[in-house]
């Protein structure tokens, strides 16, 4: 069990708006450390639009979020270089490099941004492919892996940057089924291993099986929210009701 | 016809033709590189930049593109000198190639930026990339991949073109054709060997852009896929 | 000194017209020719596609300034003395061929697969094919990136004035050796070009834009 102890990230009140469009509507809850948060909902709830914000990809017109300390969503905000050491961020397009190889890849921000010895960085990309099993492929290119390998190896490069928080975003949707369990596996396995974790997810068993912390957003809301294990037993609202109805 | 050739004036002259391919290897090469960096960085404001910046970059490729490179270098050479600004013909010439060969890069950069996808800044941007660094590590190279060949050919025109220069007395190779032919009247024998020697540039400069494009792209150097 | 005054600038507005008039014969003359280069370029038969290539790499790995020399100064010491708006349009040709028939041949290639094997199936002879199914479709192709290369004729008919033939450039060249103001008259110069060469740049960008639209 995860310790319930100081609480990572902080969000409250939040609302996003493209033009007239509100996509997130007073949006908050917290997160401790080491907790897995599972994020569902319809397309369209706003759910990856939240973890956008989280990541400091989206400014936000109201209220604030805070990620290990730093405020996140504001322009201009002075620590978003420490807000990128410590938050790792999962795209659902994997978004790796393509002109570098596997290897590059994942030192790239070692030696820039940490500014590691090119040997040392090579160590920790060792390292962090071995957590998904994809050593063998330090020297391929993302062209000449499968989608859930490079899923893998984009994670790893997350991993690199040793991120207090992840941020998964959808990272399952492209993948065939046969290619989404190694993905969930591996990050079963970093749940496991006592990494803070949101992950925005179609995979209801996934967010049964792994999740500590379900948020199911509807219409920009939280909708619900509570432990896993209760929220799906007692669904207090027939929207999450039907929600979870349709997607068994 | 009762024309005779005669290519005996090749004996003394030859250093001669040596010496102006050798300026238009220079003068071409510097303009290349000036051009390259000139449109790059106009490509990257035109994409990236604010609407007024936008507008300027755009300005000046339509109107390079637009008017002859002859009028471009006469108004360098000729223009700027009759302001108080006096460059000789060399310099003039390599200014008025940079800024010509900096419109066609503009646009073909442009391109190429244009075609590196927006998720693969917000990657960057998530490791902790400064803007600078995504430019350089993330957007510059494989935007100058999948442009390269039009680049390459781009840059061979320049090089050909660069004989236009010859009308500003910078002494490259077409100037050196036009003094030897003043001197031997032999304008038909000297007029082909410099059409040799041009041709002879033209392929060493897709050769050595080729050799480049190997050592920069060690991607499609090992796969051998466009990328 | 004489100051430049509108005479002047109404002087180069006329020699503008022998710009037009000599990118016309270019235009003319390099399709006329280079259409059944980009046809060689795409024939059967590897002698013709070979003999087109070699013109092609020729001409494109040649100067244009070069290849005037070579037809005014050049072929007058051999004998034959040409005029030199005939120098320059044979030359402008022989350069617009080489690329015209390059372009064209993308564009005949961009044409499917599949209509020749259709065209084909439906017994049409190869010039039929050609003339009723191939050619229309690359045309419509090949109309934005001819229009722009107009751009190129239009821009390379100033070196004529090298070889002393009085279109614009060398308007501009007498205009100054009278008056002295380089700076000015270039400008000018270079504005008429501009007003010859952008609207053509424009037409090539929305014809580009038609065609793209068109195909999705």
Request: aromatic letters at 8%.
């Amino acid at each position: 069990m995860p310790v319930e102890g100081d609480t990572v990230i902080r969000i409250k009140d939040v609302v996003k708006e493209f033009g007239p469009l509100r996509v997130l509507d007073g949006v908050g809850f917290d997160v401790a450390r080491g907790q897995t948060v599972a994020i569902v909902g319809r397309s369209g709830s706003g759910k990856s639009t939240l973890l956008r914000c989280i990541a400091g990809l989206e400014t936000i017109q109201g209220g604030t979020i805070e990620v290990c300390g730093h405020a996140v969503g504001r322009p201009g905000s002075e620590a978003r270089a420490q807000l990128r050491r410590d938050v790792g961020m999962v795209f659902q397009s994997y978004n790796l490099f393509p002109h570098l190889t596997v290897e590059r890849n994942i030192t790239l921000a070692l030696t820039l941004v940490k500014k590691q010895p090119k040997e040392e960085a090579r160590k920790v990309a060792a390292e962090v492919l071995g957590l998904v099993g994809l050593t063998d492929k330090r020297l391929s290119y993302p062209e000449q892996l499968s989608g859930g390998q490079q899923q893998r190896v984009a994670i790893a490069r997350s991993l690199a940057l040793k991120p207090q928080v992840m941020l998964f975003d959808e990272v399952t949707s492209a993948l065939d089924p046969e290619l989404t369990a190694e993905v969930l596996a591996v990050m079963e396995d970093l749940a496991r291993r006592g990494m803070t974790m949101i992950t925005v997810t179609h995979e209801m068993g996934f967010a049964r099986r792994v999740a500590d912390l379900v948020v199911f957003m509807y219409h920009g809301k939280v909708w619900e929210i509570g432990p896993t294990a209760e929220l799906f037993a007692d669904p207090k609202t027939a929207e999450f009701r039907q929600f979870v109805g349709s997607e068994l | 016809m009762s024309y005779k050739f005669d290519f005996a004036f090749l004996a003394d002259r030859w250093p001669d033709f040596v010496a102006g391919a050798w300026l238009t290897v220079q003068l071409t090469v510097a303009s290349i590189a000036l051009g390259f960096v000139v449109g790059t960085v106009c490509a990257l404001a035109r994409v990236y930049g604010g609407p007024v910046l936008r507008r300027l970059v755009g300005i000046y490729v339509e109107t390079i593109r637009n008017t002859p490179l002859l009028i471009q270098i006469f108004l360098v050479y000729f223009g700027l000198s009759s302001l108080g600004l006096k460059l000789s013909a060399e310099v003039s010439a390599i200014v008025a190639l940079t800024v010509n060969m900096g419109a066609y890069t503009t646009e073909i950069m442009r391109a190429g930026i244009q075609s590196i996808q927006r998720t693969q800044l917000e990657a960057a941007d998530c490791l902790g990339l400064t803007k600078m660094q995504t430019i350089l590590h993330v957007v510059l190279l494989p935007a100058m991949e999948r442009v390269y060949p039009a680049l390459s050919s781009q840059f061979v025109l320049l090089m050909l073109a660069s004989s236009i220069t010859s009308q500003i007395s910078a002494e490259e190779l077409t100037a050196t054709a036009n003094l030897v032919q003043s001197d031997t009247y032999r304008s038909f024998e000297v007029y082909m060997i410099v059409a040799v020697v041009y041709l002879a540039l033209s392929a060493l400069y897709r050769f050595a852009l080729w050799a480049i494009g190997l050592v920069l792209f060690e991607r499609r150097r090992r796969l051998g896929t466009p990328l | 000194m004489i100051q430049l005054s509108a005479n002047h600038i109404l002087y180069l507005v006329e020699a503008a017209r022998w710009t037009v008039l000599l990118s016309l014969i270019a235009f003319a003359g390099g399709a006329l020719v280079g259409l059944p280069l980009a046809l060689m370029r795409v024939a059967r038969s590897r002698l013709l596609r070979g003999l087109a290539g070699i013109y092609i790499q020729i001409i494109q790995g040649t100067p244009l300034l070069i290849v005037l020399f070579l037809s005014y100064f050049g072929l007058g010491i051999v004998g034959f003395k040409l005029d030199p708006l005939v120098a320059a349009g044979l030359s402008l040709t022989i350069y617009a061929a080489a690329f015209l028939a390059e372009i064209w041949r993308g564009c005949i290639e961009a044409v499917p697969k599949t209509q020749w094997e259709a065209s084909d199936c439906l017994g049409l002879n190869p010039f039929q094919q050609y003339a009723y199914v191939i050619l229309p479709q690359a045309v419509r192709i090949a109309t934005p990136p001819t229009v722009g290369f107009m751009v190129q004729i239009v821009k390379n008919t100033s070196l004529a004035s090298v070889i002393g033939f009085v279109e614009l450039a060398r308007a501009g060249q007498i205009v100054n050796n009278s008056t002295f103001e380089p700076f000015a008259i270039f400008a000018i110069v270079g504005a008429i070009y501009f007003a010859i060469c952008y609207p053509l740049s424009l037409a090539s960008r929305h014809l580009e834009r038609k065609v793209h639209a068109g195909r999705g």
